[in-house]
């Protein structure tokens, strides 16, 4: 008899309704959905000044015979004697120079306060919380303008609007460099008896270093780039000798200034972006600071094979480190660091008795701003002038986000098609970030008028030059699996960008575009000085005018705009964490 196996069925395959119904789905929350709102409209908002500002760029084009005709009625470009400008701008690089060392030495306690890891309460973290918010969202010309009635005309002025001002980024980036970090070291320094000082010095500051040096060299670029508005209000250097031809109506000599001024931004920039990527690698965890620690600790088992465990012997190897050609170069790079800032200082001509003096003048000089008050012009007109600068930084903002989007992925690595095209477009990042936006508004307020037209294009031409690298640097960074798995499916080069690198990025691209916009308010303020439209029309009016309160009422309604952003920012950062 044949016995005959039962035969097995396959279990019938379920629908793809079925699969689908049963897929587990990520819950939404509130929050992101409430967050997701806010951003459709304040994207909506941003269209709608667009339009509202009435920006065509085929306006601009038929003003090119303006343009012409300006350009043939300066007749070319002037230049102070060669002794005078290059007094001036070993002057203007002093001060810009020893304002940033002033800020990177005062964000040190500040970040130190306001890392959640490394604070003593919570009501010294929200202190200097609100220390760093509060330097960041007054103007620096507002500061250059208290100090120069301190302490008259002169550097000593812009050194500290510059100093204080920087204190904001400076110490926001490095807070958040403290808060991640490795928290072994700092832990093995507390449990073996060490000191919170010795904790900060041994086991925070090593690694936290490099970021700290990059974010200081970062912003001494944007102080070299601000430091042209300073001298509306007093401050010497090349932005006081390009405002004054300017006003006197020598354009020939104002443009020459102002060409000077382009190239010594962009060799800084070179500069700082070489020293950057000397000292953090193409990556931030490669740099060089982590490659001799790696080097250190690879020779530390070999030596202690070669020498003896115990006795003088090993302890004096340790101590003698060998004279590496890394270790030299670091050593003299550290020598000329110093060197340059003792120049700086030298050549910044600060007269030190005022420091000392100026203390008197303080309750004077405050009875002067306070209380506020909105003068002949009443709260809906500053409040409204208020409304038009938000307006610039919006419509700025949308203009470069749609240009940088395309710009900044062409400049990073994993997305463009070759070197060589990743090599043009970040050159052409570093030019468009070493043209200050106050110069270019200058030229086209020439070709266009005065308005806001000439800001808002001013603005988002030179917001390009920094979402552009940050873009470039967040689509960089991000991991390569995703973008592998396209490409082993046989993706596209659009196909993996669109479905691996962007949505990786778009939590970094949000933040970016935040910060973009806070830095777009503050700068559109600034572009009213000089006929950009907005607040800082009555701004400087006020300031020169020496109608204090009516500045101390403009200064209140721009740190409310800039908290509001600030609260919006952190809000999304934290809802897309």
Known sequence: MTITAPRLQRPATPPPADIDARAPRRRI?????????????????????????????????????NAQNFFARVGGLKFPPAEE?????????????????????????????????????????????????????????VLAMVFVLMFSLGTLPGILAIGIHSIGMISKMFADAIEQIDE????????????????????????????????????????LRGSVVLGYVGVAGLGMAMSQAFKSLNYGLGLGIALVIFLLCVVMEIISSSVRVAMLGENAGRGVFVRLFTKVTAERPSSRRSAPRSGPGSVDAAMRRPWTAARIRNVSAGIVA???VIAGVAVSDIVWGDLLTFWAKIPEVAAKFWPPDFGNYGFPVIAGAMLDTVKIALAACLITFVLSLGIGSLAARNVAPNAGVRGGFRLLL????????????IVLIVITGLGAQAGTIALAF???????????DSFEEVPRGPERAMTAAGATRMQ??????????????IGHTFYLLDTNIRAATLLGIVGGGGIGYYLLNAGQGSNYPLVTSIVLMILVTVLIVEGIAMWMRKVFR
């Open 430 to 441: 570093v030019i468009i970030r070493g043209i200050p936006e106050l110069i270019l508004a």
């Open 462 to 472: 030179g917001g390009i030059g920094l979402l552009g690298k940050l873009i470039a």
């Open 184 to 223: 072994g070291p700092r832990l093995a320094i507390r449990a073996a008896g060490g000191t919170r000082m010795q904790e900060f010095f041994s086991g925070v500051l090593p690694q936290v270093l490099p970021s700290w040096v990059a974010t200081v060299l970062h912003r001494n670029d944007i102080n």
């Open 85 to 141: 400008l290059l007094q001036l701008t070993v002057l203007t690089v002093g001060l810009v120079l020893t304002g940033t060392l002033l800020a990177a030495v005062l964000s040190v306690p500040i970040a130190y306060l306001a890392a959640s890891n490394t604070t003593p309460n919570r009501t010294a973290h929200a202190i200097a919380r609100f220390i760093g918010v509060f330097t960041r969202a007054l103007p620096d010309v």
């Open 338 to 340: 110093i060197l340059v």
């Open 29 to 65: 929350s509130p929050e992101r959905i409430s967050a997701a709102i806010t951003l459709v409209v304040i994207a909506g908002l941003a269209v709608a000044s667009l339009a509202e500002l009435n920006i065509s760029f085929a306006g601009l084009s038929d003003s090119w015979g």
């Open 496 to 509: 993996r960008y669109a479905a691996a690198t962007l949505p990786q990025g778009s939590r970094a691209l």
